[in-house]
């Protein structure tokens, strides 16, 4: 079968086209056929093995420390059609349409075939999850939901967001950040999307209410205040971004910077503000509650560009021009 495979950390053209041989599933997995995956900001990451210094070293350790070993294909999300189960298999069936991640020590969706278990371990943060597709989506609209979708809608479960609440999220308009906004939304929330010029009248079209252009406008120093701040990049100034909360509101993050990790234990103590640096553990049925969402019409996945599974490599060089809004997809229709 085709893969891309990861030969090297550097550029993107360290992501070379390869025959690889096709896996056969164990009792308890489904062999699932490949029909789109996704170029994320942390796919790029990792394939530079550029990510944060205190995960940098780990991650080598468990890759390999001069070259990519123990993983050699990269992507982290899937949607594809069910080619055949193991003999202990219930949920799926052969044809079944479905969705999943793979989770990080697993990864290997930039190919034709990759075999996932049936049943996530519980209390891990580091899973496969596996199911079905909104019968109301492509596999190209479906592939970007099992990571994105499922972080924002932890994390905000997380901030426990409640109706009325004036919501700022940081980085709108990004893999996380656009399901997010629609996420909020439907919480009941006043949505702010802080992102660059580009990507404002896409969040606007998502529902948005209010749209911030962070090259122009610091949220920071405006007297504006918040109950909620997701900051999905985290790269908002921290004391402004405390400042911009309200008394008992939340900021919360998915990237615990270490000198943050301090900061926000000593906020979160001496004062009204809490501070969340949030932990994803995927669930089967995150993905389930979110394929009703979906079916309803209350969630779409906004597709910037698609690609090839033979131009993975210009898939990324885009998604680090910084220019896509929502998501990168890789097609293997």
Known sequence: MKAIVWTRYGPPEVLQLREVEKPGPKDDEVLIKIRATTATAGDCEMRRMKTAIQYRILMRLFVGLRRPKRLTILGMELAGIVEAVGKDVTKFKKDDEVFASTGFTRSGTYTEYICLPEEAEEGNADVAIVAMKPTNMSFEEAAPIPMGGVEALCLLRQANLQRGQRILINGAGGTIGSFAVQLAKSMGAEVHAVDSTNK??????????????????????????????????????????????????????????????????????????????????????????????????????????????????????????????????????
């Open 200 to 333: 404002l009248d896409m969040l606007r079209s998502i529902g948005a209410d209010h749209t911030i252009d962070y090259k122009t406008t610091d949220f920071t120093a405006s007297d504006d205040k918040y109950d909620v701040i997701f900051d999905i990049i985290g790269k908002a100034p921290y004391s402004g971004s405390i400042r911009s909360l309200k008394e008992n509101g939340i900021y919360i993050t998915g990237i615990p910077k270490s000198s943050r990790s301090i900061r926000g234990r000593w906020t979160s103590r001496r004062s009204s503000k809490k501070v969340v640096f949030g932990r994803v553990y995927p669930k089967a049925e995150d993905l389930e509650y979110l394929a009703e969402f979906i079916e309803a019409g209350e969630l779409i996945s906004v597709i910037d560009r698609t690609f090839s599974l033979e131009e993975t490599a210009e898939a990324h060089r885009y998604v680090e021009s910084g220019q896509k809004q929502g998501h990168v997809v890789i097609s293997l229709d």
